[in-house]
């Protein structure tokens, strides 16, 4: 099991930009997918994008979020641009064994315990 924490949160205009970092406690990230999803109130979580030997990400972020690994490849992060008051929602990162892309979070295993991201307009 991988213990993962989110950090970087907080309150951007729009337009801004934030970065967010998933962190794992103890161990590399190295042979792991890492996703990145987000959770407005009322609303599903949905997949915002991931990182395994490639990326993938949603439509709506594609050209403003980029996922990466640090060096040490124990932190992803998750660089947002371009930042809109529809981006708000609560962000958490999650992992899943091996390099095989998936946008369903029920095939993410470990979790954080999200970072919150508001966007004002």
């Known amino acids: 099991q991988v213990q993962l924490a989110e950090s970087g949160g907080g309150l951007v205009e729009a337009g801004g930009s934030l970065t967010l970092s998933c962190a794992a406690s103890?161990?590399?990230?190295?042979?792991?997918?890492v996703a990145w999803f987000r959770q407005a109130p009322g609303k599903n979580r949905e997949f915002v994008g991931a990182?395994?030997?490639?990326?993938k990400y949603a439509d709506s972020v594609k050209d403003r979020f980029s996922i990466f690994r640090d060096n040490g490849q124990t932190t992803v992060n998750l660089q947002m641009n371009s930042l809109k008051p529809e981006d708000t929602a609560s962000y958490y990162c999650?992992?899943?064994?091996?390099?095989?892309?998936?946008?369903?979070?029920?095939?993410?295993?470990?979790w954080g315990q999200g970072t919150q991201v508001t966007v004002s307009s």
């Open positions: 990182i395994s030997g490639f990326t």
């Open positions: 103890g161990r590399s990230l190295s042979s792991y997918t």
């Open positions: 999650a992992s899943r064994a091996g390099w095989s892309l998936r946008v369903n979070a029920l095939e993410y295993h470990d």
